[in-house]
């Protein structure tokens, strides 16, 4: 495809449920990264995928969050038990290797919100 | 822990007026710094990407300049139009994964 894409592009769940979301890297680029923004703490970091591997983690706010990818392609993210202080824009970010100097290009988000 | 703060958060010009937006960030240990655009409800659009070792980068009437070390960033944008209203993000990039640090951006506004 053209760019990073996401999805749903807006998820809207009850608190206590689990949410999964979606993002598809540009092909062939190695690294995958997710990111959130939300209005208290700006744009922040989540997890880093270099392959199939997640060798940074740093940023998952708890142990409800976690991320997979697979085939060196496809990742999502899974909240468990969402919380209302988890409604943000979760965004997802490629790139390719350090020929680039690693340049990431950014997925449209998934607006998640929790009532 | 990296930090980086941009100024002014907030900035109107007229149409046709230079501007400069500012960055700093208070670890100058950073593989790469990149400057993106966000407009309301959309995802970042990459602008340009600074290396390490490169002073300045431009694209069109965007000039972006890096002093690592007094960790200090510029965007330089000429012959402001309409639309460039959007928000501008710093970002550097962290050294082994550059994963990036964002700075709270500046809401520009451009007055036709």
């Known amino acids: 495809g053209a760019g990073v894409s996401q999805s749903p592009s807006n998820k809207v769940t009850e608190k206590g449920k689990d949410v999964e979301l979606r993002c598809d890297p540009i092909?062939?680029?190695?690294?995958l990264y997710w990111y959130r923004q939300s209005l208290g703490q700006g744009l922040e970091f989540l997890i880093y995928?270099?392959?199939?591997?997640?060798?940074?983690k740093s940023g998952l706010p708890s142990d409800r969050f976690s991320a997979e990818r697979t085939g060196g392609s496809v990742s999502t993210l899974t909240i468990q038990r969402t919380q209302q202080e988890d409604s943000a824009v979760y965004l997802c970010?490629?790139?390719?290797?350090?020929?680039?100097?690693?340049?990431?290009?950014f997925g449209p988000g998934t607006r998640l919100t929790v009532l | 822990k990296q930090e980086v703060t941009q100024i002014p958060a907030a900035l109107s010009v007229p149409e046709g007026e230079n501007l400069v937006l500012n960055c700093s960030f208070t670890?100058?240990?950073?593989?790469?710094l990149q400057w993106f655009r966000q407009d309301p409800g959309k995802g970042l659009t990459s602008l340009l990407l600074?290396?390490?070792?490169?002073r300045e980068q431009t694209s069109g009437r965007l000039n972006a300049s890096l002093d690592k070390s007094s960790g200090r960033s510029t965007l330089y944008i000429a012959a402001s139009q309409p639309g460039d209203s959007a928000t501008y993000l710093c970002?550097?990039?962290?050294?082994?994964?550059?994963?990036?640090?964002f700075g709270t951006g500046t809401r520009l506004t451009i007055i036709p």
């Open positions: 970010a490629s790139s390719f290797d350090r020929s680039s100097y690693n340049e990431q290009f």
């Open positions: 092909s062939g680029h190695t690294a």
């Open positions: 995928f270099q392959g199939n591997s997640a060798p940074d």
């Open positions: 670890d100058s240990a950073i593989y790469n």
């Open positions: 600074i290396q390490s070792s490169q």
């Open positions: 970002a550097v990039g962290a050294i082994g994964n550059e994963k990036l640090t």
